[in-house]
Each structure stands twice: as structure tokens, then as C-alpha cells.
């Protein structure tokens, strides 16, 4: 099946420093979302890409869809102490409605 | 703004009994899934749902696994005979389409097999 690898693993950060963080696959996606978890709760949709090349904002992020098709990126500018979380990235191939989910990356910020 | 819900928040059963989990998705969408993750661990997609049948099912998704969309408004996950290895997140997620459309996820249900 499909494998989406996210790196870093884990990242510790300053309040206030910028993140970026990505996702990489061998196979080409037609669909790329990123999510952010928070204990105890389900994934929340951050931002939606539906075409390769698109680069997408909301608030102090941004993602972009990589033009291979088989990568994405999330920067989170001017971090905040509640932007700590699991983020993932996910992945739809093919006609498939189902999204693959990646490794996820866990983001700490100290003040 | 509208959103998944699940319920119960927790189940707690002894191995080889019966779980309904159940789900509410949100109301105008069209397609359903079940996922799960096992702590500390990545989400896996265990089955998608659209127009009252599976439309895809990973190999997580065996004889024990079974959904029903038994209302208008419930999308349930029956597992006959829970193992301990089953104890994990479960999470209900909808779709307005299948395409170029997001997943929105409820909160969970935590099961703990005992």
C-alpha cells in the first residue's frame, strides 16, 4: 500500500520561531490534506491541496503541493504555544475516496 | 459549524464480546469511514462507505468488522468478537464527495479490551 513518511518525527521549537515540516511518498498523490491532532481528539483539517503546484494559506500557515506529486510541505509562521500537537499529512491516490494517513510529525513549543 | 459525533467517548468490554460503535455524521455528506489508531501510532483507514455499501476496506477490516448505516442519520462499526489487540481509537469520518472533497473526523471512541 501507499506509505506517506513525515519528518521530522518531532520537533522542539520557540514560541515565535517558524516551522516547516513535510511529507514524502514513492507513489503520486491527487489529493494532499493536513491535519492537526490534539490529545484525546480526532484529527482537524488544517488545509486542503487538490492541485500539484497549488500553494495554500490559512492564517499563519501555509502548504504547499509539490509538483512531483509525491510530496508536501506545512510552514507554520510565528509560532504559538497552541499550535503544539500531532500534525499529519494525508493522501488520496487514484478514484479511492480514502485518505492514507503519514507518520505524523509531533510539534512541542517552549516560551 | 456542523461536526462528527461519536459515542460513547469510551468502551470498556472483555475479549470475544460484541461492540456497536456509533457515529453521527455530518448531515448533507455522502460518504463515511472508519478508522483507527492504536496509541502513539499513525491513523490507518480501515473502511469506506457510500450509497449503503462498502465501497473499500483495508485488510484490517476482516469477517470480525462489520458497518451498517442502519437510519439516515447513524453509521455504526460492529466488531463480533473484540481480541486485545482491537483496543485502540476509532474514529468516524464523513465526506460530502469522494473527490477533491475533505474528511472531517469526530473526536473518537477510545476501546479497551480487557
Known amino acids: 500500500g501507499q506509505q506517506l513518511n513525515q519528518s521530522p518525527q518531532s520537533m522542539f521549537i520557540q514560541e515565535g520561531e517558524d516551522v516547516s515540516m513535510n511529507c514524502t511518498s514513492s507513489s503520486i498523490f491527487n489529493t494532499w490534506l493536513w491535519y492537526k491532532q490534539e490529545p484525546g481528539e480526532g484529527p482537524v483539517l488544517l488545509i486542503a491541496l487538490y492541485k500539484a503546484g497549488e500553494l495554500t494559506s490559512n492564517g499563519r500557515l501555509t502548504a504547499q503541493f509539490g509538483i512531483t506529486r509525491k510530496d508536501s510541505f506545512l510552514n507554520i509562521s510565528a509560532s504559538i504555544p497552541s499550535d503544539v500537537g500531532i500534525y499529519f499529512c494525508a493522501g488520496r491516490t487514484g478514484t479511492a475516496s480514502k485518505l492514507t494517513f503519514g507518520t505524523g510529525t509531533r510539534l512541542q513549543v517552549t516560551l | 459549524e456542523p461536526e462528527v459525533t461519536q459515542t460513547p467517548s469510551h468502551q470498556v468490554t472483555q475479549m470475544g464480546q460484541e461492540v456497536i460503535l456509533r457515529c453521527v455524521p455530518i448531515s448533507n455528506h455522502l460518504y463515511f469511514y472508519w478508522y483507527r489508531q492504536i496509541l502513539g501510532q499513525k491513523v490507518e483507514f480501515l473502511v469506506s462507505?457510500?450509497?449503503?455499501?462498502?465501497?473499500?476496506k483495508s485488510e484490517i477490516f476482516d469477517d470480525q468488522f462489520s458497518v451498517e448505516r442502519p437510519d439516515g442519520s447513524n453509521f455504526t462499526l460492529k466488531i463480533r468478537s473484540t481480541k486485545l489487540e482491537d483496543s485502540a481509537m476509532y474514529f468516524c469520518?464523513?465526506?460530502?464527495?469522494?473527490?477533491?472533497?475533505?474528511?472531517?473526523f469526530g473526536n473518537g471512541t477510545r476501546l479497551t479490551v480487557t
Open positions: 469520518a464523513s465526506s460530502v464527495a469522494g473527490y477533491n472533497s475533505p474528511l472531517h
Open positions: 462507505f457510500y450509497n449503503n455499501e462498502i465501497s473499500e
